[in-house]
């Protein structure tokens, strides 16, 4: 059943208090990236992906694939509270003989349509499933989530030229653009900016969205899936860090996990308790 709004804020809430706990008992990861793509997760998993946990590689499901490998700990709570597996083992991240490796891995975690880690090459993975589908004459959607940091990898410019050469309106990838990176601000590292205009120039149908906001992210998935013969890129304007007050745009949390006394203050900032 799809959730409406408000439901998906308090699920969005949940999942934010998920990463920062998952990170802190880890004592490693990525929370920055993952705290900006939760809204385009929570509503893509609890809203628009057609998955069924008793199922999840029935042939006919839509695809995601987190081509930021590195946000692994948002994919992993949407996974965990759509029923995939037990919640409680969200907090076995990164650890021993845990399934929640530091980066998704198709084979040992249901839900997962592909590993990813190495930047540039998940989008790759969903344009050959897109592909597949048309070939295949399937009505099956696939997703993909970028980073801006992501976006410097030419790899990505590649699979963008073949997904428009091939007409691929069964794909929509969304661009978490929160202007940071590990090494800081995107537009000094390495610009990829104008964002909209490269992909318009490569073929492809472009929105740009709060990524925040909820009436705009389901408007523009409806719209990508109105939009016939060319694929679409849904650039989201998002904060690093979103909902943890000490977090929000700073680029030195793109790979630091929250001690114990900040992470109670992250989630209390998150309306819960740990």
């Not at 949940?14 to 900006?36: C, F, N, W, Y």
């Not at 998993?45 to 839509?62: G, M, S, T, V, Y």
């Not at 992210?217 to 650039?235: D, Q, S, V």
Request: glycine share 10%.
């Amino acid at each position: 059943m799809k959730k409406n709004k408000e439901e998906l804020i308090q699920i969005s809430k949940q999942i934010r208090k998920d990463i920062v706990e998952m990170l802190t008992e880890s004592a490693s990861g990525h929370p920055g990236g993952s705290l900006s793509a939760a809204d385009i997760v929570t509503t893509l998993f609890f809203n628009e992906l057609n998955i069924n946990p008793e199922n999840p590689k029935d042939e006919n499901r839509d695809r995601f694939v987190l081509s930021k490998g590195h946000a692994a700990p948002v994919l992993y709570s949407a996974l965990a509270r759509r029923g995939f597996f037990d919640p409680k083992e969200l907090m076995t991240l990164r650890k021993i003989g845990s399934d929640l490796q530091g980066h998704p891995n198709m084979n040992d975690l249901p839900g997962i349509d592909m590993s990813t880690g190495s930047l540039g090459q998940g989008i790759s993975a969903a344009v050959g499933m897109a592909l597949a589908g048309k070939v295949d004459k399937k009505d099956y959607r696939v997703y993909a989530l970028l980073g801006d940091g992501e976006l410097e990898e030419g790899q990505v410019w590649e699979a963008s030229m073949c997904a428009a050469h091939y007409n691929l309106d069964n794909l929509t990838i969304f661009i978490d653009f929160n202007g940071l990176q590990i090494d800081g601000d995107i537009t000094k590292v390495m610009s990829p900016c104008p964002i909209d205009k490269k992909f318009e120039a490569f073929g492809w149908n472009v929105l740009v969205i709060d990524g925040h906001n909820y009436d705009e992210i389901l408007g523009a998935i409806e719209k990508a899936k109105n939009h016939k013969g060319e694929p679409t890129a849904i650039i989201c304007n998002t904060v690093k860090g979103k909902g943890v007050s000490f977090m929000e745009n700073e680029a030195s949390w793109h790979g630091t996990a929250p001690s114990k006394e900040q992470c109670e203050v992250a989630v209390k900032e998150l309306g819960g308790e740990i």
